[in-house]
């Protein structure tokens, strides 16, 4: 069964990436990456076009297939959908590169770490001047946007505060924020479920790669505890140092701090001039969110007023849903982002 229909109108060019910044990184991951890149329809008949891109980030424990899995029954998936916008022409055209930063431990939240690798630099300083040396972008930051969904929406957020040299705006879906809201709930539920394994989460983690993923009830909530540990609070050796005690779940007031300073809502402070420079900014999240990010995307969006971003810039919306099956906010986004950074004239 092919992975694009029939009518697919744009053309998604399967790329292999060879990435220096990951080589001999600390999970031994593969330092050969794939990665997409979606021409609109019009790329290949108007050689003389340049286009806006968007760096398409995919949550925790995605994968680079999972772009091309239709997300159920009926529905569509995210390239399909925002390719028939643009061949509708309900949008300006775009390029669209889809990155796959998967680790080991499930993800790499988009930042450099020792406990993971160099995903920010590898980004940043590869992936983007990778793409401008091969397709007809317009390589400059106000024709450049990056977006995803939970840890790729928090991927965009930090991206684009610490590098507006290279990225214009962003799209975050559900992105993680507020970190006491996000995260305090399930440390508790954590500790419950680390009195099997005698509070090691490392005894956990074998058990769970010796038999089928995901078949017990705190399989998600653990790995996504370790992957974050290991992104955010390695120790000196690179081992995931966990933010509280795996026994009582209190916090540990040290570790903890080093998970906040990544929380979106507390950088955008230290970052007001990054965020005032964005030509669009796209905040989103279901009313009924798992990890409460519904909340974190209030208190961004308050973060964005305080950093005095223009409201002329911010599309904000709280719409009814869960933290899951809400692909279909993404071809919206690409659409209003599309309007801000294709050139008017």
């Given at each position: 069964?092919?992975?694009w229909?029939?009518?697919?109108?744009?053309?998604?060019?399967e790329?292999?990436?060879?990435s220096e910044?990951?080589r001999?990184?600390?999970?031994g991951?593969?330092h050969q990456?794939p990665l997409w890149v979606?021409?609109?329809?019009?790329?290949?008949?108007?050689t003389e076009?340049r286009y806006?891109?968007?760096y398409?980030?995919?949550?925790?424990?995605?994968?680079l297939?999972?772009?091309?899995?239709?997300p159920g029954?009926?529905?569509?998936?995210?390239?399909?959908?925002?390719d028939?916008?643009?061949?509708?022409?309900?949008?300006p055209?775009?390029i669209?590169?889809?990155?796959?930063?998967w680790?080991?431990?499930?993800g790499s939240q988009y930042?450099?770490?020792?406990?993971?690798?160099?995903?920010?630099?590898?980004?940043c300083?590869?992936?983007?001047?990778?793409v401008?040396a091969r397709?007809r972008?317009?390589?400059?930051r106000d024709?450049?946007?990056?977006?995803?969904k939970?840890s790729?929406g928090?991927?965009a957020m930090?991206t684009?505060?610490?590098?507006p040299?290279?990225?214009?705006a962003?799209?975050?879906?559900?992105g993680?924020?507020l970190?006491e809201a996000?995260?305090?709930p399930h440390?508790?539920?954590a500790a419950?479920h680390?009195?099997?394994?005698?509070g090691?989460?490392f005894?956990w983690?074998?058990?769970?790669r010796s038999?089928?993923?995901?078949t017990k009830?705190e399989?998600l909530?653990l790995?996504?505890?370790?992957?974050?540990?290991?992104?955010?609070?390695?120790?000196?050796?690179?081992?995931?140092?966990?933010?509280f005690?795996?026994?009582?779940g209190?916090?540990r007031?040290q570790?903890?701090?080093r998970?906040?300073?990544?929380?979106?809502v507390?950088?955008?402070?230290?970052?007001t001039?990054a965020?005032?420079s964005?030509?669009?900014?796209?905040?989103?999240?279901?009313i009924?969110?798992?990890?409460f990010?519904?909340?974190?995307?209030l208190?961004f969006?308050?973060?964005?007023?305080?950093?005095?971003v223009?409201?002329?810039?911010v599309y904000?919306e709280?719409f009814d849903a869960?933290h899951?099956?809400?692909?279909?906010r993404q071809?919206?986004?690409l659409?209003?982002?599309?309007?801000?950074l294709?050139p008017?004239?």
């Open positions: 069964m092919p992975l229909p029939a009518d697919f109108s744009g053309r998604i060019d790329r292999t990436i060879t910044l990951l001999d990184n600390p999970l991951d593969p990456r979606y021409t609109p329809p019009g790329y290949d008949a108007d076009r806006p891109v968007v398409m980030l995919l949550g925790f424990t995605g994968r297939p999972a772009w091309s899995n239709q029954a009926y529905r569509t998936s995210v390239p399909v959908a925002a028939a916008i643009f061949a509708a022409g309900e949008a055209p775009m669209l590169v889809f990155v796959d930063a680790t080991t431990y499930g930042v450099d770490s020792a406990g993971t690798g160099r995903y920010h630099s590898y980004l300083e590869e992936i983007v001047p990778w401008d397709y972008t317009l390589a400059a024709h450049r946007a990056i977006a995803g939970s790729g928090l991927g930090v684009s505060m610490l590098r040299d290279l990225f214009g962003f799209a975050s879906h559900s993680d924020a970190s996000q995260y305090i440390f508790l539920w419950r680390l009195r099997a394994y005698d090691d989460i005894s983690w074998s058990d769970f038999r089928v993923a995901f009830d399989d909530r790995l996504e505890i370790l992957g974050v540990s290991a992104c955010f609070s390695p120790g000196d050796d690179g081992t995931p140092l966990l933010p005690d795996p026994v009582t209190a916090l007031p570790i903890w701090q998970w906040l300073e990544w929380d979106p507390r950088m955008a402070p230290a970052h001039e965020l005032r964005m030509r669009a900014i796209w905040i989103d999240a279901g009924r969110d798992e990890w990010l519904d909340l974190g995307a208190a969006r308050k973060a964005l007023d305080e950093a005095g223009p409201n002329e810039s904000f709280l869960g899951h099956a809400i692909e279909y071809p919206q986004a659409a209003w982002l599309s309007h801000h294709t008017t004239t």
